[in-house]
């Protein structure tokens, strides 16, 4: 299970980073990849901090592909801010080839006879880790062969991620589907022997890349079940209103301990059912985010439900948060202040990503 951990220890895993083995090796399962992204989706360490202490040590010219991959996240982001819910449906283009919107059962079951792909799920439920071409396979198995509609898939995904991200996952969902770029993205089993240790030799993936999308429907991957999960959410801490007093509060995916760490203030995480029971999470995914915001955030209290309906909160002294997707409809009582950005001189919609990269470049 992924833990959570202290400013220290996340600062000595960035310091261990080695940029230029990450560049030549992070496609492979068993590659030098950061393992940073549970404490970068939950807000505990910022990718500007990631870049600055990088930066300390590594050139800039070694660290240009870590930087890259980093750019994707905050690209997701900036698709979000500017679509809002439109990543929650197709973006740019649409399919008439689903066959469902369920899951399918051999993959939700680590059951396609796919050894690495059945290996990744197994560690995702036991650990709430998934390597991310492990991500984007299962993604194209599930959209591009079982012709599985994209957003059912994605939700099973989060709910057992410790580093889910709506944008990041959903989008990145719709990237291999085809539904935000032109070409869906295709697997075969030679690309996955070729990022992992295993040489499989037959599988329902033994074809070339380029005919995934008119293969026929191994009868594996026929099987379809209902989509049903759930949020299970803790017992809120918040005993005691807030009037009067100086206020700050975090989502799952603001746990910055450096925000106004230095003020006197009630530091309290809301769990809003609104996103918990429209994008579930599994009781693990959940437990790491209270321990992780616990551990670096002193005093933290839990409160679930809507920020806004805290006790004493329009009366409060004072009321800050970082702003996020998630907490826009705080603003009538609260101060919303921009998290920092790897690229804060670029913003708005790009159609791509790498149309996005030119700009940060």
């Known amino acids: 299970m992924i833990q959570a951990k202290t400013q220290t220890e996340l600062l000595a895993m960035i310091d261990a980073i080695d940029p230029v083995a990450y560049a030549k090796t992070r496609n492979q399962l068993s590659g030098a990849v950061t393992k940073l992204s549970p404490y970068i989706t939950r807000g505990v360490i910022t990718l500007p901090e990631i870049r600055d202490r990088l930066l300390q040590n590594h050139s800039e010219k070694d660290c240009e592909k870590l930087f890259q991959e980093l750019a994707w996240r905050e690209y997701f982001q900036e698709v979000w801010w500017e679509k809002g819910d439109a990543i929650f449906s197709d973006l740019r283009f649409s399919r008439d ?32 880790y998934m390597h991310n071409h492990a991500r984007m396979w299962v993604a194209s198995v599930a959209c591009n062969l079982a012709k599985a509609h994209w957003y059912e898939m994605g939700k099973w995904l ?29 697997v075969n089993q030679k690309l996955i022997n070729g990022c992992s240790d295993h040489n499989q030799i037959r599988s329902i993936l033994t074809f070339d890349r380029e005919t995934m999308m008119n293969q026929p429907l191994p009868e594996v991957i026929k099987p ?51 996103w918990f029971d429209r994008l579930p999470v599994s009781a693990r995914v959940m437990d790491f985010i209270l321990q992780q915001g616990k551990l670096v955030i002193e005093n933290l209290e839990i409160y679930v439900g809507d920020a806004t309906d805290i006790p004493g909160l329009t009366v409060a002294a004072s009321v800050h948060t970082r702003s996020h997707q998630t907490n826009q409809t705080w603003s009538q009582f609260v101060e919303l202040e921009a998290a920092p950005k790897l690229f804060p001189a670029v913003s708005g919609y790009y159609k791509s990503f790498f149309a996005y990269w030119k700009a940060c470049r």
């Open 97 to 128: 080839d689903w066959r469902h919107t369920e899951l399918v059962t051999a993959l939700v079951e680590a059951n396609t006879g796919v050894v690495v792909l059945d290996e990744a799920i197994e560690e995702l439920y036991d650990t709430g």
């Open 158 to 186: 989060y709910y057992h991620l410790a580093d889910g991200d709506p944008a990041s996952n959903f989008c990145s969902w719709q990237w291999v589907a085809g539904t935000s770029k032109t070409d869906p993205y295709t």
């Open 224 to 274: 379809q079940k209902p989509f049903a999960l759930a949020t299970t959410y803790p017992q809120s801490t918040l005993t005691k209103g807030v009037s009067g007093e100086a206020v700050v509060l975090y989502t799952p995916w603001t746990l910055d301990p450096d925000y106004r760490s230095s003020e006197s203030a009630r530091r309290i995480l809301v769990i809003d059912p609104v």
